[in-house]
Nanobody
Framework: QVQLVESGGGLVQPGGSLRLSCVAS????????VAWFRQISGKRRELVAR???????LYADSVKGRFTISRNNAENTVYLQMNNLTPEDTAVYYC????????WGQGTQVTVSS
């Protein structure tokens, strides 16, 4: 059974930074493309960033140059470093593999506000 546990969210002022973490059990990140998604209230979940097993990365245009996805395969963990945050980044952030093999985790809330 795949379980994904996201953490690291919180309240931050515009221009601030956060580092999100996602730990998985029941699936090996090392042999999968991993990704971060976010869901803004009232909107569909959207892809933020993804990293293939060969560390090729792709970012949504809205976060390019500000967010960085990385992984620690030994710890089966994926990270999302978020810099220069804006109120438009406020959302619940989720991780998952592509393709998806398990249910979504609970996500971690990121709120950017002064």
């Amino acid at each position: 059974q795949v379980q994904l546990v996201e953490s690291g969210g919180g309240l931050v002022q515009p221009g601030g930074s956060l580092r999100l973490s996602c730990v998985a059990s029941g699936i090996r990140f090392s042999i999968n493309t991993v990704a971060w998604f976010r869901q803004i209230s009232g909107k569909r979940r959207e892809l933020v960033a993804r990293s293939t097993i060969s560390d090729n990365t792709l970012y949504a245009d809205s976060v390019k140059g500000r967010f960085t996805i990385s992984r620690n395969n030994a710890e089966n963990t994926v990270y999302l470093q978020m810099n220069n945050l804006t109120p438009e980044d406020t959302a619940v952030y989720y991780c998952n593999t592509i393709p998806q093999y398990g249910d979504w985790g609970q996500g971690t809330q990121v709120t950017v506000s002064s």
